[in-house]
């Protein structure tokens, strides 16, 4: 998301480039991991990260409405004297922290004040039978947003798995206890249902050629159980999907052992992903930033998967 951000900084859209919902990735107690943020390149190119439930059925993004204090004709008013003192300040100077002060005001009030994100987060346009399609989950609903906002310009979405209470391993993915029982009754249905209902929508409306979706975690399972029938970290071998986005279907990059712990041939590393998803997304991976030091780094030092376009 930051590396979305920091490529199309210069930008004029309404919607940021890179949007995170419906929260952060997050362990027990709520302690943020790592990698989720701006990172080397500052906290300015941190993705949008709204923490909201588009489940609920009153659901509002906040902050994307003025307060009921504040009526819109006062606020033109408000609008209209800041100008003029903009006005005179570039007469003043012209320093490209200027321009980007303006840029981030501009782009501040399109938000606050435009119908496109109020029109891209309103999820009561869509139909009940789409939104069923989905799941009514705080998950499956985020992903039926996240169309909603790619059809409105967002380049990159993330939407990451909810942890649901009073289950075991608290309704994730970090299945350490009772694995094949959370993959059959809750996982995977909610998943399959989601994910096949997003691609579908996706292609009815002509947007899957165009749009690359990923299905991925941050490391794989251990290749036994545990003692607690369930399954540990294990970094040293797991599985991508990737559907549209110009991705041949069907096609199958790499092959682990007969037990899933190993890669024995066609092994493809992270770096290689992100650089494929930076190709898809027109950026060449050999495009260089400039951190808040000035050092000077490509965005991916990975191959692209042409096995795979």
Not at 2 to 23: E, F, G, M
Not at 44 to 67: E, G
Not at 119 to 147: C, H, V
Request: charged fraction near 20%; charge should be neutral; proline fraction near 6%.
């Amino acid at each position: 998301g930051a590396i979305a951000k920091y490529v199309k900084q210069h930008d004029r859209a309404v919607l940021p480039p890179a949007i995170t919902l419906p929260k952060h990735i997050a362990n027990v107690g709520e302690i943020v991991w790592p990698g989720q943020s701006g990172g080397v390149l500052g906290s300015n190119y941190n993705p949008w990260l709204l923490t909201c439930d588009p489940s609920q059925p009153d659901f509002k993004v906040p902050d994307l409405a003025l307060p009921t204090e504040l009526p819109a004709v006062r606020f033109d008013k408000r609008l209209s004297l800041l100008e003029q003192f903009d006005r005179h300040r570039d007469q003043i100077t012209r320093s490209p922290a200027v321009s980007t002060f303006n840029r981030h005001t501009q782009q501040a009030l399109d938000l606050l004040a435009g119908e496109t994100a109020r029109r891209a987060f309103d999820l009561s346009q869509e139909s009940q039978a789409t939104r069923d399609r989905y799941g009514r989950t705080r998950w499956a609903q985020s992903l039926l947003l996240s169309r909603r906002l790619i059809e409105a310009g967002v380049s990159l979405v993330q939407i990451n798995w909810c942890r649901v209470d009073n289950e075991p391993n608290n309704g994730g993915w970090d299945t350490h206890t009772k694995h094949s029982e959370m993959l059959k009754r809750l996982l995977m249905p909610w998943m399959d249902q989601a994910y096949s209902a997003l691609l579908t929508d996706l292609s009815d409306r002509g947007l899957l050629d165009e749009t690359l979706v990923l299905w991925v975690g941050e490391f794989g399972h251990t290749p036994k159980f545990n003692a607690n029938a369930g399954r540990d970290h294990w970094g040293q071998c797991f599985s991508v999907a990737l559907a549209g986005g110009g991705v041949r279907g069907g096609t199958v990059v790499g092959k682990s052992d007969a037990h899933a712990a190993y890669p024995v041939s066609g092994r493809v590393e992270p770096r290689d992903l992100m650089a494929t998803v930076f190709h898809t997304l027109g950026y060449s991976p050999d495009t260089e930033m400039i951190d808040t030091v000035g050092r000077p780094f490509p965005i991916s030092r990975g191959r692209v998967l042409t096995e795979i376009l």
